[in-house]
């Protein structure tokens, strides 16, 4: 796989991580029969930080991928 494949797949497994984060709080809430912001905001918080760092990680490297497979074609 070249850099530019992998720097897009990796920003692909980014905006999956990020939605996957949202998508479980909305199932978290799917008995709750009022919603308003601040309940979501707390669901939100139940469902922890660790797919918000994975999916920021995975777009800095996906980012840094697309980026040296630019600069390695303008060398060439």
Same mark, same amino acid.
């Given at each position: 796989?070249?850099? #530019?494949?992998?720097?897009?797949?990796?920003?692909?497994?980014? $905006?999956?991580?990020? *939605?996957?984060?949202?998508?479980?709080?909305?199932?978290?809430?799917?008995?709750? /029969?009022?919603? =308003?912001?601040?309940?979501? $905001?707390?669901?939100?918080?139940?469902?922890?930080? =660790?797919?918000?760092?994975? *999916?920021?990680?995975?777009?800095? $490297?996906?980012?840094?991928?697309?980026?040296?497979?630019?600069?390695?074609?303008? #060398? /060439?």
């Amino acid at each position: 796989m070249s850099r #530019r494949g992998a720097g897009i797949a990796l920003i692909a497994v980014a $905006a999956s991580l990020y *939605s996957t984060r949202y998508l479980s709080a909305a199932i978290l809430g799917s008995g709750v /029969k009022s919603w =308003n912001a601040e309940l979501f $905001a707390a669901m939100l918080e139940y469902t922890g930080p =660790n797919l918000l760092r994975l *999916s920021v990680l995975s777009l800095v $490297a996906g980012l840094f991928y697309l980026a040296w497979s630019g600069f390695g074609s303008v #060398r /060439k």
